[in-house]
């Protein structure tokens, strides 16, 4: 038995490329294949070309295989093929081939349709002897599934599914059972009984411990896992529209916080991996695509990702060394598999539009709080009531409305893949092309990817994956208050057009309104656009250079050029010479090359060694180049013709560093019980100076497979049971180039004559330290995986604690001094967090099934030290003027993320006048805490007024498939942070920016009849602060984030159109969010995203969308 | 292809061998700044010297919406009963300093009176610490460091008379601990800088007014050891010195008035012979060095202006009529076209706006640049401002005003068609006298607050508030005399918390 299947494995995998090659062709013939004994007319019409010479009668037969349709089933213990021959054709048919290969007293061949049987002479009689059973076999959709192995139970008879699933075996007894397995599927026996037709529907294996997954380096077994990993297949979310690859991985991986802070169409997404490590910010994980460190996420195309692997504790990020403290997401792009070839085809197309709007001021009434506001600083009303009442029969301008509309998105994708037993290939092309819900806002993506392997030799194999894409955007950048359209069109005074007939112009502010120029112009006349072209390329050898021994050696290339053309048309009212154009270029490379030595082998049975040294080294260069020019005669050219402009600028620059790195990790399994990992990385990079130059990052794992142990085996209804523990220290560099140098500040330059002659300046510039070293993140992992139910209910619980030393941060440098910062080693913090995944199979019926998963992770972060300081006040990068002091505090004993403000106590009442008039305020003035109590509100009485950390988030994924249809329902949700709502103090103008308020919460202000509110009154004396409690919100959230319902074409009914597969969906993204939030969406932030300091600050931010997708996907 | 496997066999070892000689060649870990000049290789030359005294110059063009250029200069001064803002709106943080109740936390401060002025101070330093390495002609190594000495002694004597004690700073090299310095000792240094910069200036800089000669260092010269002697040092030996000096630049030195008030407003005129110390503004399009106390910021609404900064409506009553009075106020609020539509009497805001620093924002003029941003020079010391310093200092020097200082004063009245003083005052009437004279001569430039806090005329001054203007918030006493320190930085160095109050 267990031989015969042995040669059924064999035969499996020579044939099966081929197999799933044929499958194309023969879903047409389908329903005639069924009919087994139809004649193989294929056979009587192809003609095959051979001249071999020395060979095997195999390689003659593969020889064949790879020409034609064929394939052969025989039994190789009683067919002998080793036999070497010299053959010559030309043109001939099989049955003629086959006749003079063998000696015709030996071997009888039978030809159905495309396979044949070669058997003993004397075996074609058996053949048909005696009771024949045929029949198909499915996958749980219903595909047809080749090679699949049917046994005869209790003994070696059996055969394989050939391409199109059918088998057919003879000889057989009416009680005998058949046994159908195959890979990744349920093993099923049938009895006979009688039948002569058995249609098999196979059903996945649920429980996954023997599945495989990308680490550092390499892939290892589910099960084989020491540290903890989260890993995503393309399964999870390809039934989902997506165009992103942050979209993939939110809400499915425990510990890994997805956030999408601008709903700007192509804007990047805020990932941490357990929280933040980093106060000098980037906490972004290390992407890994393809074995390319470091390489660029944004322009993946996630329906080209096969699967996704998040390394989360020390043990499996320290091999990723200097670089791995925040976590490692390794992404492996699809690739081939042998077998027929595919063409499959994507398509879709969404609706977005704004998730929610602000409730403004009509323009009657915006007229009318502006006389009172007016008349309350004893000042002339700006409208008479006529004024007003006419106004109050128009409808005035919604900006809100001018500015925002429905976006849409529409996304293709077009692939190939096959290949033969030694080449496979997967091409692809996509498009992807979203209008922004913002005016004059787009993004655009065209990709193509080639990912190709080959055996050259026995002992040789060649990977090579390339991809390029070309992606544009436009005004897609995060919007900050009322600078920018977004953010402007909420305070531009609603009781004026859009245009000025009398100017032929944009309408200006009047001077009663808002500090910004008119969103509609901002929208069409700024432009900021962005051109991309990007490639990536890595070709790999795999040598073995003898069992067990292999050497690998890739090398990559990443580059970018970037054109980011800018046009800042003059503002209405300023003279149009003051256009500006121009240009800001980069182009960088990143060099990669790796070196693998990996020797594994299993000894006495028990003992499995996997060894690996590795040698790497990367390069990165950065080439910057602008242009800007103004005095344009003619704005006709916008961007395209710089050189019009009479007075013009040009800058340059480079920056370069590398990496230089030793690395070595070591697997011992004692009896695939006991498993141990240890690794060790050097880096050397020369962003550090001296001694500093090299860090080391060693870790170490234990798992312990308890269910493989006696006394677990005996309970039945545990399937997996796994504990894990790890170890190790990761660094992190983040800073940038030439940190250690001191660099002057160049362009400091000034003209004696007042004319454009300027003189060249040159100061000092950006502080330096030579000292600078690794900021080390150690961690301590404590896992436990289980399955139980028989795969019903599985799951996992992770408990970490890291430590980060040597925090490199950008320490501010007081202005007395020159101001700007200096990056130094400060201080300590640390995270902690439970990790918690759960997966349960609620029904798994050929027609229903129903599983879903629910990941949930909490993250605790606390600063230890900060140098000898205990606070540290920061802007953490978010510059805004609308903040008197920095905005956020670091302090030891509390997490990073922490705003500080005034605390507002409520309004001055009339009862409290006296106190009030010793601030020099009067009723209905906003209060706020006098800490110090010098009656007057500064600094010294800022506290900390709340945390943008949440307490925990959570993902909850539902996936029901009931016959054709399926539905998937994705919910996530955020709890116990806070955000910092800048916008509605903004539309409330209460504070110093606008002095014409927009919202309608103005007319709820205080009043001597109206106390009970927190907006304050129109007073000559009153400052409402941006930088108070008043303006910080919960931020907690639970929202609906994809609903999806497909339904897949019967095959029956795809056959007539010669389609493989068909599924029509719809899909709704953030369709509801539950949140006491005020503004458009918690979880929009103006912050720059690298920072952890500074987040939670919705300013004017490009609103979140809603959006509706029908989608198509089709194979041929 | 098969046939080719034995051979690929016997070779694949030197293949293997070739490759990872090729792969593993050692990396450099070398940082590589191609794009920018290190420390270490500058301040070899003249023309590095040069360049860094450049760069002292810059921080004066640097922020023009909130440093030198910008109305925001304004703000530490705007207790002065010269000027005034709008009473509600986004002009708190001006009203703040109006109201005598200033923040640590004012948004504009740091701007107006701080980091510009210490940045100018950082790059001075650099030059003044590093010029020793630099091999060239004497002369010409000393008139560069007179240039940034000169420099630091203008921002160190603006910030001393904003803040009084200061973080003394004389060196590149940061000291996130340093103690405030009292207000002497901020003086020692602007004095000696001043000093050195008039003995290795050279008396003319042909082509480029935009640098100090020895005798703009002379006039600032005669400007601090005027303030010297007031308060809060009241150094009244000072006052000798201070006529000295403005004598000797208004016997022998190159200004002379303008004739005409009006005309040194003119951007046809804005090089001219009275104008002393001036900041360099262009007003090319793309060219970073622009003001923005022209137009709309110092408009009124009528005009579509942004009432940022205004004439008190007192000071406006008690200045004295003529053309320097017509030249010194706009009154008449006109439209696009420069039709006038209403007097400021009837105006939203019922207050006079600045007139001198219109020219280059007017749409329908000729000189027109843009509505919020010329390239009008900025002017902190002319010879108007001389004339009267010495008229002064000599008066309470020598405790009677002699002959020439009534003709100095009486020069500046006569343009403005006003009388001469009456003979034979005693010394306090004629100073008195001769502050409200600076006061006219000088509104909306920067000098009024600090001839109040000098001599200790404040309180007297805001008590003279009309009704129209803004009323002091709390108390006016001494300790508003000094802006408190920006708060960012006290965050920095707490050490800069304990500012004296003088009395």
């Not at chain 1, 906490?283 to 195309?301: R, T």
């Not at chain 2, 004439?311 to 106020?329: I, Q, S």
């Not at chain 2, 002064?392 to 009486?410: H, I, L, S």
């Amino acid at each position: 038995m267990k031989k015969f299947l042995n040669q059924v494995r064999l035969l499996l995998r020579q044939h099966r490329k081929k197999l799933i090659v044929m499958r194309n062709t023969v879903l047409i013939l389908l329903i005639s294949a069924l009919q087994v004994l139809a004649s193989g007319s294929y056979a009587q019409t192809k003609t095959i070309s051979l001249d071999l010479k020395d060979v095997t009668i195999r390689e003659v037969l593969y020889a064949i295989q790879n020409q034609s349709e064929f394939y052969f089933l025989y039994n190789s213990e009683l067919i002998d093929v080793s036999k070497k021959v010299n053959i010559t054709f030309k043109e001939e048919k099989v049955d003629e081939i086959l006749i003079r290969l063998f000696d015709k007293q030996e071997v009888d061949f039978l030809i159905r349709d495309r396979y044949i049987v070669l058997t003993p002479v004397g075996g074609k009689a058996k053949l048909f002897d005696q009771f024949a059973v045929s029949g198909t076999v499915t996958d749980a959709s219903g595909q047809p599934l080749p090679g699949v192995t049917v046994v005869v139970k209790g003994t070696t008879q059996g055969t394989i599914t050939n391409a199109d699933g059918t088998f057919f075996l003879t000889n057989l007894s009416e009680n005998a059972s058949l046994v159908f397995s195959f890979v990744g599927m349920k093993t099923q026996e049938i009895a006979v009984a009688g039948q002569t037709r058995i249609d098999v529907r196979m059903e996945e294996e649920t429980i996954g411990i023997e599945e495989v997954v990308a680490v550092g380096y390499g892939v290892t077994r589910k099960s084989d896992l020491t540290g903890s990993v989260s890993s995503v297949t393309s399964a999870d979310f390809e039934k989902q529209p997506i165009i992103r690859f942050e979209d993939a991985l939110k809400g499915r991986a425990a510990g890994v916080q997805v956030q999408k802070p601008s709903g700007a169409p192509g804007a990047g997404m805020k990932i941490r991996i357990r929280g933040a490590n980093s106060i000098n910010g980037d906490n972004e994980p290390l992407y890994v695509v393809d074995g390319f460190v470091g390489a660029d996420i944004i322009s993946l195309n996630p329906n080209e990702i096969a699967s996704i692997s998040v390394l989360k504790d020390a043990s499996s990020t320290a091999i990723y060394g200097s670089r791995g403290a925040n976590g490692v997401v390794l992404i492996t792009t699809k690739s081939a598999k042998s077998g027929d070839a595919k063409i499959e085809f994507d398509a879709f197309y969404s609706l977005d539009q704004i998730s929610k709007t602000y409730d403004l001021l009509g323009p009657d009434e915006y007229m009318e709080t502006i006389n009172a506001r007016l008349e309350a600083v004893g000042r002339n009303p700006q409208f008479t009531a006529n004024e007003i009442s006419e106004m109050a029969l128009t409808d005035g301008t919604d900006w809100q409305n001018e500015v925002f509309r429905n976006g849409g998105t529409q996304n293709y994708q077009l692939s190939f893949s096959g290949g033969t037993d030694k080449t496979q290939y997967y091409l692809s092309g996509t498009i992807a092309d979203q209008t922004g819900i913002v005016l004059n806002s787009f993004y655009k993506r065209y990709g193509l990817r080639t990912n190709i392997n080959t055996q050259l030799r026995d002992n040789f194999d060649v990977a090579f994956t390339m991809y390029t894409t070309y992606e544009e955007s436009r005004n897609n950048y995060t919007h900050n208050g009322r600078g920018d359209a977004a953010g402007a069109a909420l305070i531009f005074s609603p009781n004026i057009p859009v245009w000025d007939e009398d100017e032929n112009d944009y309408t200006q502010s009047p001077s009663y309104g808002p500090i910004a120029s008119n969103p509609v112009f901002y929208a069409l006349k700024r432009i900021f656009d962005n051109k991309e072209l990007k490639t990536i390329s890595n070709l790999k050898f795999n040598f073995t250079i003898m069992n067990g021994l292999v050497f690998s050696v890739s090398g990559g290339a990443n580059g970018f050029f970037v054109n980011r053309p800018f046009l800042k048309t003059a503002a209405p009212g300023s003279p149009k010479s003051i256009t500006e154009a121009g240009h800001n270029n980069n182009y960088s490379w990143n060099l990669q090359n790796t070196n693998m030595l990996n020797y594994n082998n299993l000894f006495a049975d028990k003992h499995k060694l996997d060894v690996s040294a590795i040698y790497e080294q990367q390069i990165f260069v950065s080439r910057y180049n602008g242009n800007w020019a103004t005095g344009f005669p003619t704005i006709a050219l916008g961007y395209d013709n710089v050189g019009l402009g009479d007075t013009r600028t040009v800058g340059s620059n480079f920056t370069n560093w590398s990496l230089q790195s030793f690395l070595g990790r070591l697997n011992y399994t004692f009896d695939e019980k006991y498993l141990f990992t240890v690794t060790f990385r050097a880096d050397g990079s020369s962003k550090f100076y001296g001694d500093n130059k090299y860090g080391y990052f060693p870790s170490g794992a234990f798992a312990w497979r308890i269910s493989d142990e006696p006394f677990i085996q005996d309970i039945s209804v545990i399937q997996n049971l796994k504990l894990r523990a790890s170890y190790g220290l990761t660094g992190s560099q983040a800073i940038s180039p030439y940190k250690t140098l001191s660099l002057l500040s160049l362009g400091q330059n000034y003209s004696f004559n007042g004319t454009t002659n300027q003189m060249i300046g040159i100061a000092p510039g950006i502080a330096a330290n030579p000292d600078l070293k690794w900021e080390t993140t150690a961690q301590t992992n404590l896992g436990l995986d289980f399955g139980i139910l028989e795969g019903r209910l599985s799951g996992s619980l992770d408990y970490y604690y890291k430590k980060t030393t040597d925090l490199l941060m950008n320490v501010n440098i007081p202005d007395y001094s020159g101001g700007g910062t200096l990056t130094k080693n400060v201080g300590s913090l640390e995270n902690k967090g439970f990790e918690f995944f759960l997966a349960g199979v609620i029904a798994d019926r050929s027609k229903f099934k129903l599983n879903t998963s629910i990941n949930l992770s909490a993250n605790r972060n606390k600063i230890l030290d900060l140098g000898g300081e205990t606070e540290i006040f920061t802007d953490g990068g978010y510059t805004s003027n609308t903040y008197a002091a920095p905005p956020f505090i670091l302090k030891v004993g509390e997490p990073i993320g922490q705003f500080r403000g005034l605390v507002f106590d409520g309004l001055w009442q009339q009862h409290e006048a006296a106190a009030a008039a010793e601030y020099g305020l009067v009723p209905g003035d906003s209060k706020y805490i006098d800490v110090d109590n010098n009656k007057s509100y500064g600094g010294e009485d800022m506290m900390h007024i709340g945390s943008s950390q949440p307490d925990f988030v959570w993902g909850w994924n539902t996936n029901l498939q009931y016959g054709n249809f399926d539905l998937s329902i994705f919910v996530n949700g955020v709890q116990g942070n806070h955000v910092w709502n800048q916008t509605r103090w903004l539309i409330i103008g209460m504070g110093t920016d606008v002095e014409s308020p927009t919202s309608v919460e103005i007319l709820n202000r205080w009043t001597p009849e109206n106390t009970n509110t927190t907006v304050a009154g129109f007073s000559e004396t009153n400052t409402t602060y941006a930088q108070s409690s008043l303006f910080v919100e919960d931020g907690s959230f639970i929202r609906l984030n994809n609903v999806t319902l497909g339904y897949t074409f019967p095959q029956n009914g795809l056959i007539k159109n010669k389609l493989r597969n068909a599924r029509l969906y719809v899909s709704a993204q953030n369709l509801f969010v539950l949140t006491k939030y005020s503004g458009i969406d918690p979880e929009l932030s103006s912050t720059p995203n690298w920072s952890d300091v500074a987040q939670g600050i919705d300013n004017g931010t490009y609103p979140a969308t809603r959006t509706f997708t029908l989608g198509l996907k089709i194979g041929f | 292809m098969i046939l080719m496997k034995p051979y690929y066999r016997k070779y694949q070892i030197v293949f293997l061998l070739v490759l990872a000689i090729v792969t593993f060649s050692c990396l450099d870990l070398e940082e590589k700044p191609l794009g920018s000049l290190v420390n270490d290789s500058f301040f070899k030359t003249e023309s590095d010297l040069e360049a860094a005294v450049t760069a002292v110059y810059r921080p004066l063009i640097q922020d023009p919406w909130g440093g030198f250029g910008s109305t925001r200069i304004w703000l530490p001064l705007m207790g002065a009963d010269d000027l005034t803002t709008l009473p509600g709106g986004n002009k708190g943080d001006y009203r703040e300093f109006d109201q005598f109740n200033p923040t640590n936390i004012n948004a504009a401060l740091p701007g107006a009176a701080w980091k510009n002025h210490y940045d100018l101070i950082y790059a001075a330093n650099n030059v003044i610490e590093n010029y020793e390495k630099v091999d060239g002609r004497e002369t010409f190594i000393n008139q560069c460091v007179a240039q940034a000495r000169f420099l630091r002694a203008f921002a160190y004597f603006w910030l001393t008379r904003v803040y009084g004690d200061l973080p003394l700073v004389t060196s590149v090299i940061t000291d996130l601990e340093i103690e405030l310095s009292p207000v002497s000792s901020v003086y020692e240094l602007i004095v000696d800088d001043l000093n050195f910069a008039k003995d290795n200036l050279p008396s003319s800089w042909p082509g480029e007014p935009g640098r100090p000669s020895s005798w703009t260092a002379k006039s600032l010269l005669s400007s601090v050891y005027l303030t010297m002697a007031g308060w809060p040092l009241k150094d009244e030996s000072k006052y000798a010195l201070a006529a000295s000096m403005a004598k000797d630049v208004i016997d022998n030195g190159p200004y002379t008035l303008e004739d005409n008030f009006a005309d040194l407003w003119t951007m046809a005129n804005e090089k001219n012979h009275e104008f002393i110390w001036t900041i360099q503004m262009t007003g090319i399009p793309g060219n970073p060095q622009l003001t923005t106390i022209v137009g709309y910021p110092t408009m009124p609404g009528e005009e579509s202006g942004w009432d940022d900064v205004f004439f008190e409506v007192g000071f406006y009553n008690r200045f004295p009529d003529g053309p320097r009075k017509d030249a010194t106020f706009h009154t008449q609020f006109l439209d696009k076209q420069g039709n006038p539509t209403v007097t400021f009497e009837n105006s939203s805001t019922k207050h006079p706006y600045i007139a001198k620093y219109r020219d280059g924002a007017l749409s329908w003029l000729d000189s027109f640049e843009h509505l919020f941003m010329t390239g009008r020079d900025i002017c902190f010391l002319r010879f108007a401002e001389v004339l009267l310093t010495y008229a002064e200092a000599q008066a309470m020097a020598d405790g009677t005003p002699n002959n020439e200082a009534y003709q100095a004063v009486n020069k500046v009245r006569k343009r403005a068609e006003l009388v001469d003083l009456p003979e034979g005052m005693g010394k306090m009437d004629f100073r008195d006298a001769i502050i409200e004279e600076r006061g006219w001569e000088l509104a909306a430039e920067f000098s009024r607050w600090f001839d109040l806090i000098r001599t200790e005329k404040v309180e007297e001054m805001a008590a003279l508030k009309d009704p129209l203007d803004l009323e002091p918030k709390g108390t006016v006493d001494k300790t508003k005399y000094h802006a408190p320190i920006p708060y960012g930085e006290i965050l920095l160095n707490p050490n800069l918390a304990n500012s004296t109050q003088y009395p």
